[in-house]
């Protein structure tokens, strides 16, 4: 016969203060965990929204970053007529010649400064980013020293606003716009006119990369295969997709050490549980005792307390659900080691994460209960009897 839950709701209830405690243990915990999965999926979001799926980034053989590639003028007169590449409406290929790199621009949270994406690029380029939109303001015009900045720049940095002015390279720029790119790496980069940006450092022949557009999703591949053969144009040629995909490697070092703490703080909340369910064995003895007289089996018993420790885990895990909720949508930055500049992400508070939430707060309340659950089925009645 099975003991009631109800029992071992009003244990916790009569033990309020304890299972308040605990459960604090394990929520905080949980919430550790969580903010650290959150942070990851927000970054992975951040990177798998930049991508277009039909588009393609080529770079200088060898180069993993569109920041140490050095992509020459001519390779993109030559490319840029490859078959497969889609055109506009006006016939031209779909092909941008960009220049990429790194500004250094005071924020708020840095007011010793911040580096920044500074990608100069021509108008297809923006027309090729589909998920980008305008937001305020208006696009750069071509050959002025003008800048579009993403919404989360401009919301940092206090130069960054429209009508303000940002000085790098020769001279200053004008803020003209604020640009969207959802939730894409696109608002952490500043736009510029390719040939003024290009000019302006010297760069006007040697470039980063250039980006072309397949006609469909089944010619980007072949494209990527005939541009990685071309022994003439040394190049190396990767899905936008593939790109973004590979500097998630920037969250991997605030993953581990997340991952790292929560481990450490389990051990303690395992503990923790443990101690509070032992000393609800000792307490309770003389009510095992009377369970076993009234019939209920050693069995019974164990079910019964490993099932208490896995309600207060729960309450733990719903604890720490609520107090890392505040963290969805909020906004930060983090460095980006591939291209050494900051990219702003929102923390993503999912369902799935807080599943696992919930499920990592089981985990602990089962280790934590398993062995008080063991030795209150082990006690002999008589001996329970007799505890006070």
């Given at each position: 016969?099975?003991?009631?839950?109800?029992y071992?709701i009003?244990?916790?209830?009569?033990?309020?203060?304890?299972?308040?405690?605990?459960?604090l243990?394990v929520g905080l915990?949980?919430?550790?965990?969580?903010?650290v999965?959150?942070?990851v999926?927000?970054?992975?979001?951040?990177?798998?929204?930049?991508?277009?799926?039909?588009?393609?980034?080529?770079?200088?053989k060898?180069?993993?970053?569109?920041?140490?590639?050095?992509?020459?003028?001519?390779?993109?007169?030559?490319?840029?007529?490859k078959?497969?590449?889609?055109?506009?409406?006006?016939?031209?290929?779909?092909?941008?010649?960009e220049?990429?790199t790194?500004l250094?621009?005071?924020?708020?949270?840095?007011?010793?400064?911040?580096?920044i994406?500074?990608?100069?690029?021509?108008?297809?380029?923006?027309?090729m980013?589909?998920?980008?939109?305008?937001l305020?303001?208006r696009?750069?015009?071509?050959?002025?020293?003008?800048?579009?900045?993403?919404?989360?720049?401009?919301?940092?940095?206090?130069?960054?606003?429209?009508g303000?002015?940002?000085?790098?390279?020769?001279?200053?720029?004008e803020?003209?716009?604020?640009?969207?790119?959802?939730?894409?790496?696109?608002?952490?980069?500043?736009?510029?006119?390719?040939?003024?940006?290009?000019?302006?450092?010297?760069?006007?022949?040697?470039?980063?990369?250039?980006?072309?557009?397949?006609?469909?999703?089944?010619?980007v591949?072949?494209?990527?295969?005939?541009?990685?053969?071309?022994?003439?144009?040394?190049?190396d040629?990767?899905?936008?997709?593939?790109?973004?995909?590979?500097?998630?490697?920037?969250?991997?070092?605030?993953?581990?050490?997340?991952?790292?703490?929560?481990?450490?703080?389990?051990?303690?909340?395992c503990?923790?549980?443990?101690?509070?369910?032992?000393?609800?064995?000792?307490?309770?003895?003389?009510?095992?005792?009377?369970?076993?007289?009234?019939?209920?089996?050693?069995?019974?018993?164990?079910t019964?307390?490993f099932?208490?420790?896995?309600?207060?885990?729960?309450?733990?895990?719903?604890?720490?659900?609520?107090?890392?909720?505040?963290?969805?949508?909020?906004?930060?930055?983090?460095?980006?080691?591939?291209?050494?500049?900051?990219?702003?992400?929102?923390?993503?508070?999912?369902?799935?994460?807080?599943?696992?939430?919930?499920?990592?707060?089981l985990?602990?309340?089962?280790?934590?209960?398993?062995?008080?659950?063991r030795?209150?089925?082990?006690?002999?009645?008589?001996?329970?009897?007799?505890?006070?």
């Amino acid at each position: 016969m099975a003991i009631p839950i109800s029992y071992n709701i009003r244990n916790l209830i009569v033990r309020r203060t304890t299972t308040i405690m605990t459960a604090l243990g394990v929520g905080l915990t949980v919430a550790v965990l969580l903010s650290v999965l959150a942070l990851v999926q927000g970054l992975q979001t951040a990177f798998e929204s930049s991508g277009d799926p039909l588009n393609v980034l080529v770079m200088r053989k060898g180069s993993t970053a569109e920041l140490s590639s050095n992509f020459a003028r001519t390779s993109y007169q030559d490319l840029k007529f490859k078959a497969g590449i889609q055109r506009d409406a006006k016939g031209e290929p779909m092909a941008s010649l960009e220049m990429v790199t790194i500004l250094n621009l005071a924020s708020v949270d840095a007011p010793d400064g911040m580096n920044i994406t500074l990608r100069g690029l021509p108008p297809v380029g923006i027309a090729m980013r589909q998920q980008v939109k305008l937001l305020e303001g208006r696009w750069f015009d071509t050959g002025k020293r003008e800048v579009v900045v993403g919404k989360s720049i401009a919301k940092r940095f206090p130069d960054a606003r429209i009508g303000g002015k940002l000085k790098f390279a020769r001279g200053e720029w004008e803020v003209v716009g604020v640009m969207d790119g959802g939730r894409s790496a696109v608002n952490s980069e500043i736009f510029a006119d390719l040939n003024q940006a290009s000019a302006d450092y010297n760069r006007s022949e040697v470039l980063s990369s250039c980006l072309i557009r397949a006609t469909d999703e089944v010619a980007v591949q072949a494209l990527v295969n005939d541009l990685n053969a071309d022994i003439k144009l040394n190049v190396d040629a990767k899905t936008e997709l593939a790109y973004y995909a590979a500097q998630t490697v920037s969250a991997a070092p605030i993953q581990f050490l997340g991952l790292f703490v929560s481990v450490i703080m389990a051990v303690g909340s395992c503990f923790a549980a443990m101690n509070t369910m032992y000393a609800a064995v000792a307490r309770r003895a003389k009510e095992i005792g009377t369970l076993r007289v009234l019939g209920f089996a050693r069995s019974s018993i164990l079910t019964s307390f490993f099932l208490e420790s896995m309600l207060l885990s729960l309450l733990g895990g719903a604890l720490g659900c609520l107090l890392v909720l505040p963290l969805n949508n909020i906004e930060t930055g983090i460095g980006n080691f591939v291209t050494f500049s900051e990219i702003a992400f929102s923390f993503q508070i999912t369902p799935a994460i807080m599943a696992i939430g919930m499920g990592f707060a089981l985990v602990l309340g089962a280790v934590g209960g398993v062995f008080p659950a063991r030795s209150a089925a082990r006690k002999e009645i008589l001996t329970a009897l007799r505890e006070v």
